[in-house]
């Protein structure tokens, strides 16, 4: 029987030949990553209740990325409780202040294709680059998942996303999929899977395809999947494991799919979600000239090491437009290493961004970088609702690094291709 890359995954999980959309079977988890917020201060106390362990130690990556660096006695309490938890359970896969789990988990090596994995949240779909059906849930199915190691699923149906075509200088993963949150609406993905396929995809680098996994959340999808191709292997090679067999792991060129929307890449521009919704998006020159305080390069969405040199690219030889402030805060500690090395970070600092730890920090309103009431910050975060950054009467753009930079170089929201254009690199 033909299957999607989905059905494939699930089918091994459920020890089953095959599953068809609309079943409900119980799977095997190969892998469970929890952080500091929504991990052992949420299950601890339910596990206790019901008198259980972790059902196999080995099998959970726990990451803090929430509460770091603590800024206050209530998230270094947090970040105690978390520590203590790992090493009473023995969770050796346990990194702490190593940076935002989405990216520590395929940097450390823990994702392969066709793993089911579940995450404590939302944004665990970032984990379908890599050719994983990986998803969120909430305490309570967590707490149950690390007692018993099983889930149970409905099989969904997948939406196949077909993206061809050659992107123009300055259009990047974020302007797809933020063109996709405009196009689909947050509820496109109607809790289905969505996969990600065509030439342009093929042509992305793995961070890219991350970004648009990650933000299949915002699409209102369960996860978003990328097959498995050689820079997955060589990614994951690079990572310091082996990808194994990644030829299974394709759907198949007859399998059924909900819907099939297509992209042309060639005509896609930079865009820009004004608030208070990813959904909100629009071509740049739609909102160009909207005054900001604040901008800021931070999360799992946005701070990788590519998005790093894309606004360095942007910033180099230039200056943030005084009282701007252009806050960068990379998504691990490795990032920062290498962004150190190869002298981006001194380009970025240089034109004056302001470097932060690594962590989720102000994309979910945790520690510094918050804004103040009436602020605006444009943003390279996958969210910008109302209050999540600060103050519930600021207000939050969405935009690739390329087009935060120009828009803190301008003092304005900016088309980044004007400064592309005139020549840096």
Avoid at 311 to 332: E, F, T
Avoid at 349 to 375: F, Q, W
Avoid at 411 to 418: K, L, Q, V, Y
Wanted: glycine fraction near 10%; charge should be negative; include cysteine.
């Amino acid at each position: 029987m033909a299957a999607t890359l989905a059905e494939k995954i699930i089918s091994r999980a459920a020890a089953r030949h095959s599953v068809t959309p609309g079943e409900i079977v119980t799977c095997a988890v190969d892998l469970v990553m929890m952080h500091d917020s929504g991990g052992p201060r949420r299950v601890k106390p339910i596990l206790e209740h019901l008198n259980s362990k972790v059902w196999n130690p080995d099998k959970v990556v726990i990451v803090t990325d929430h509460y770091v660096p603590a800024v206050d006695a209530e998230s270094a309490s947090i970040l105690d409780l978390t520590r203590k938890w790992a090493i009473n359970n023995r969770i050796e896969n346990f990194y702490d202040m190593q940076g935002i789990c989405h990216v520590v988990l395929p940097e450390r090596g823990h994702l392969r294709p066709g793993m089911f994995v579940v995450g404590g949240d939302s944004h665990s779909p970032t984990g379908g680059a890599f050719g994983c059906f990986m998803f969120g849930v909430g305490a309570t199915d967590m707490a149950g998942i690390l007692v018993t190691g099983e889930t149970w699923i409905k099989v969904p149906e997948t939406i196949r996303i077909d993206i061809d075509g050659a992107l123009t200088d300055g259009v990047v993963a974020k302007d797809i999929i933020l063109h996709l949150c405009a196009r689909l609406g947050m509820g496109g993905g109607d809790y289905q899977v969505i996969e990600y396929t065509g030439s342009t995809i093929k042509n992305l680098s793995m961070t890219e395809r991350m970004t648009l996994t990650n933000m299949t959340a915002e699409l209102g999808a369960m996860t978003g999947l990328i097959a498995a191709d050689q820079s997955t292997s060589d990614a994951i090679r690079d990572a310091g494991v082996d990808a194994g067999d990644i030829t299974h792991w394709q759907g198949d060129r007859d399998a059924i799919y909900r819907t099939t929307h297509r992209v042309d890449a060639n005509t896609l521009e930079p865009y820009v979600a004004a608030p208070h919704s990813p959904a909100n998006s629009f071509p740049v020159g739609d909102l160009a000239g909207e005054p900001i305080q604040q901008a800021y390069i931070g999360a799992c969405t946005g701070a990788k090491f590519e998005d790093l040199k894309m606004a360095a690219r942007v910033l180099k030889g230039k200056q943030v437009a005084k009282n701007i402030r252009l806050l960068i805060a990379p998504a691990s500690t490795r990032i920062t290493a290498r962004a150190a090395a190869d002298g981006t970070l001194a380009t970025l600092t240089a034109a004056g961004a302001i470097m932060m730890p690594s962590g989720c920090g102000a994309c979910a309103g945790y520690g510094a970088g918050v804004l103040a009431e009436n602020e605006t910050c444009i943003s390279s975060t996958a969210r910008n609702f109302k209050g999540r950054m600060g103050a519930t009467s600021s207000n939050v753009f969405l935009g690739s690094p390329y087009t935060v930079a120009a828009s803190a170089i301008a003092g304005e929201i900016t088309d980044p291709r004007e400064f592309l254009v005139s020549g840096s690199s």
